[in-house]
Every structure is written in C-alpha cells, then in structure tokens.
C-alpha cells in the first residue's frame, strides 16, 4: 500500500477526466435541462393564459346569452300584446260587422213587411170592391166610387 | 473458492490486498487501480458525452432522464454550497461524484472474481509467468490464483493512490481558488494573520493554518481509502467462512450499497464546501 506513480497517473486522468467533462458533458446536458425548464415554464403560463381567456369567453357567452333571453322574453312579451290586440280589434270588427248584417236584416224585413203591407191592402181593397160589387149587384161605375174605396183602402 | 488448495488465510488475505504492480519503490505503477479507474472514467464520459449529444429538450428516454436527475443532484448541490459563479465547479462535482461510485461500485463484485478471471487470462496469454507455488496438477482456479495477473483488485478506491489522486486534485483547485478569489497576498494573509491577528503570532498562525489546509486533503483520502478498504477486508474475512458467506456476502453488500452512494456524496460534497470556501472572502 505504498504511494507510488500511481496517483501521478490518476492525477493526470482526474484533470483530464473533469476536462473533459466540463468541455463536452456538462454544457449540452444541462442546457437541455434548463431549455426544457423554459419549455415547461412558457407552457404552463400558456396554458394560465388560455384558461383565462376560456374563462373570460365563458362569462362573455353567459352575459350574451341572458341578454339574448331577456330580448326573446320582451319579443315574447310584444308579440302576446300584440296578439290582443289584434284579437280584441277582430273581436270588435266582428260585433260591428254583426250589428251592421242585423241592422240591414232589419231593415230588409221592414221593407218587405211595407210592400207586403200595401200589396195585401191592395189586394184587400179589390176584394172589398169585389165584395161591394157583389153585395151592390149592380154596375157601380169604378171610377166614380174610386174616392169611396180609396177611404176605404185607407182605413185598413 | 476461498482459501482453497495451499493458501493459508494469511496469505489469502494478503494476496487480495496486494495490488497488481509493475515496477520497484515510488517509480511502481498499479496497473488495476490505474487501469480500472481509466476505464471506469471513459466509460462515465462516454455514457454522459452520449447522452448530452442525443439529449433532447423535448420528452427525454428514459436514459437520458436518469443522467438528467443526476446532473441535476448535482447541479443543485453546488448551487446551495457554491455561491461564486463558476462554470468549473459543477462538471467536477459531476466528475467526482459518478467517478467515485463507479470505483467504489467494483467493490460488488465478488472479491474473487476478477483475481480469479486475470488469472485465467494470465494462464492463457502469459503462462510463462507462473509463479509456480502451485503444481500442474493443481485445479484451474488455483492455478489462475498463482498466477501473478491475479494480483487485480476490482475496486479502485481501496489503493490509497486513488483516493490521495482525487484529493491532490481538490487540494490543488482549493489552492488555485484561494488565490484566484483572494489575491496571493489574501491568501497568505488569511494562512498568517488567522485566527490571532498579531504579527507576533504569524508563526503559530502559519503552523495552525497550514494544518488545517493539509488536513482537508488527507482526511478526504484517508475517509474515502479507510471506508472502502475496511469493508474490501470485511469482504474477504466473509468470503474465508465456507458456506455461510453467501447470507453473510449478501447482507454486507446490501449494506455497502449505501456506503459506495454515501462515499461518493461525502467526497463530492465535502470538495464543493471546500472550494466555496476557498474561494469566500472573508
């Protein structure tokens, strides 16, 4: 167990070895550590960020939504008013419409009832004549009597 | 296997403990703790180098996850610790901490093992060089026993040469560091006029300053070396028991998982709060 050139060798190997290490095994290793750690970082605050913005999309769409929703409950709203309205005006038109058919109905009738009226009274005053005749039996000059039936006509 | 044929325990023990050496006195080289740590070194560069080149920034495989955890271990390690700017500090702490668990790490691998397979490879491509202890009518395991390359310690950490390599390292960068940070004449300063600020007092501060400075790299190595080489022993006074070292082997490797892991962490760590001190004004 004596020292001896040994160690001069090993010496030799040790400040090559850290060298060479710190020349060609040291750089690209931790390089790509600390690059991966940027990656890593970068990636984790993108992915912050892209949280945000789905949260503030999210919120953005919900807002729109209830104004949406809001806007259908007031068309909604206008439309039932409307839709009243529009009843209620038919409803009237139709009373009036009715009122009116029976008030032409009405008058219609009148008409008739006058014309049959004086049809009738004419008929009857022939048929009073007629009836005068016969009871008369004798020639009753029709225009001189006219007056008497006229009367007549009219008193029925 | 353990201490079979003609090995006594003593021998058994000495010969896994006795490093795989070419050369005589300092100029000798440990061809297992040099060779092992290399490879293990090259193939944790390989693997990271791999890694980082392919590394993508987007959805990492699952390999490149795991060498991303590590470095980011590491990464934030030194950030708690190391509050100058260093570009420097990071890759060592990386370099040390997985150098150092992959050497420690060897030490799961049964302590037979590998002297076991050098020795098949020395019979093989160097029979010339056989001992001889053992004869020819010795079991093929007792023969690659004998044969010198079994002399091949998995782990490198237990050779003190590693350990005090590393620390000599760290030694020299808290050094470097002190004056970067501080000027030569602030460090010389902070080793003179500390702890008693009186120009009477410079030779004791010196000498108790000194001791603290060559204290931080001798209890780095000899914390790592003592671990790890006391629990290698462990292994191998296991492994001389007969059957009962299977239960036991288990139970002691289960244990070292968290010691090789706590090892490597104490020596990284211990290296950044050295250099964060180094390089802090006072």
């Known amino acids: ?117 004086e049809e009738l009274r004419k008929q009857l005053s022939i048929l009073a004549i007629a009836g005068a005749e016969k009871i008369l039996e004798r020639e009753i000059d029709a225009q001189k009597q006219s007056d008497i039936v006229e009367k007549l006509v009219a008193e029925l | 296997m353990a201490a079979n044929g003609n090995m006594t325990p003593t ?14 006195g300092f100029m000798a080289v440990n061809i297992d703790s040099l060779g092992i740590a290399i490879v293990l070194g090259v193939f944790f560069l390989w693997l990271f180098a791999y890694v980082g080149r392919k590394a993508t920034t987007g959805v990492p495989g699952k390999l490149q996850c795991a060498v991303e955890m590590l470095v980011e271990f590491v990464d934030k390690s030194v950030k708690e610790t190391f509050h100058a700017k260093s570009r420097f500090i990071a890759p060592l702490a990386l370099t040390i901490f997985v150098w150092v668990f992959l050497m420690n790490a060897m030490k799961l691998i049964p302590v037979d093992f590998v002297p076991v397979l050098a020795g098949l490879f020395g019979l093989t491509f160097a029979s010339s060089s056989v001992k001889g202890y053992v004869g020819e009518d010795a079991g093929i395991f007792e023969r690659a026993m004998d044969h010198p390359w079994s002399y091949m310690k998995a782990a490198p950490t237990t050779d003190l040469n590693t350990t005090l390599a590393l620390a000599i390292g760290v030694f020299l960068l808290i050094i470097f560091y002190s004056v970067k940070h501080k000027g030569l004449g602030g460090f010389i300063k902070e080793l003179t006029l500390n702890p008693f600020n009186h120009w009477s007092l410079i030779p004791f501060n010196l000498v108790l300053e000194l001791v603290t400075l060559i204290a931080k790299p001798i209890s780095l190595s000899l914390r790592l070396f003592g671990n790890l080489y006391a629990g290698e022993l462990i292994f191998i006074l296991i492994a001389m028991i007969g059957l009962w070292q299977l239960p036991l082997h288990f139970a002691w490797a289960v244990f070292h998982i968290l010691v090789i892991v706590l090892q490597a962490f104490i020596f990284m760590m211990l290296t950044i709060v050295y250099l964060s001190m180094a390089s802090e004004k006072h």
Request: charged share 30%; with cysteine; aromatic share 4%.
């Open chain 1, 1 to 117: 167990m004596d020292i001896n050139l040994t160690l001069v060798g090993l010496l030799i190997a040790f400040v090559v070895f850290v060298l060479f290490c710190m020349k060609y095994v040291w750089p690209p290793i931790i390089n790509a550590i600390e690059e991966r750690q940027q990656k890593i970082a970068s990636g984790l605050e993108a992915s912050d960020l892209a949280e945000k913005d789905l949260e503030k999309a999210r919120a953005q769409a919900n807002e729109e939504l209830n104004a949406a929703k809001i806007e259908a409950a007031a068309i909604i709203d206008q439309a039932k008013k409307r839709a009243t309205k529009l009843v209620e005006e038919e409803t009237q038109r139709g009373h009036a419409e009715r009122e009116k058919i029976i008030a032409s109905g009405h008058t219609e009738v009148e008409t008739e009832r006058n014309r049959v009226r």
């Open chain 2, 11 to 24: 021998e058994y023990i000495s010969h896994h403990l006795t490093p795989l050496q070419i050369g005589e």
